[in-house]
């Protein structure tokens, strides 16, 4: 079942995310997050307005996703970029894409134009995932990132979505 996700489901989403951080190359960074910076990151999501679903079985959370902004410029406001991760001992199930087209799902009921993702370069099954969902492979940012003593590229797919329609500016 995918649901919005609820305070009570940040140990097992921080779980799940601090597992990319320490074993992937998914989450270019590499201090693991506390549940305190857990809590913080929900808190703005829920003011923002940003979603973060959960697909859930058997009261366990085996993935998330969210989206939020591309750039802080008022221009891209009809721009978003996703995340989705899948808990490692429940991959290869169809979960990341449920969670990503639940993410489309929510994204055109709100009207953004483009649905961003950055992906780790020698992600293949992500970049597979997200080539069979309809993304179009838009870019890449060489050396992107340094983590477990490489180098890391950043390849960049889009989305195009309904929009809005009527856009505006400002």
């Known amino acids: 079942m995918i649901r919005q996700a609820v305070e009570k489901d940040l ?14 190359t998914a989450v270019y960074t590499y201090k693991v997050q506390t549940i305190e910076e857990r809590k913080l990151w929900f808190q703005k999501k829920n003011e ?3 979603p973060v679903i959960v697909f859930e079985e058997d009261n366990t959370v085996m993935g998330f996703a969210t989206f939020g902004p591309f ?11 996703h995340s989705v991760y899948v808990h490692r001992d429940y991959r290869k199930r169809g979960i990341g894409t449920a969670l990503v087209k639940q993410i489309i799902k929510l994204a055109n009921e709100r009207e953004y134009a483009t ?3 950055g992906i780790d370069a020698f992600n293949e ?3 597979v995932m997200h ?6 492979y838009s870019g890449a940012i060489k050396r992107a990132g340094f983590k477990f003593g490489k180098w890391l590229d950043l390849v960049f797919y889009q989305l195009d979505l309904t929009g809005p329609e009527d856009p505006i500016d400002g």
């Open 115 to 117: 649905l961003v993702a």
């Open 48 to 50: 923002d307005n940003f």
């Open 71 to 81: 750039r802080a410029w008022p221009a891209y406001k009809y721009t978003i970029e």
């Open 131 to 136: 080539e069979k969902m309809g993304f179009q």
């Open 11 to 24: 140990c097992e989403i921080m779980e799940i995310y601090n597992d990319a951080i320490l074993n992937t």
């Open 125 to 127: 099954k992500s970049i």
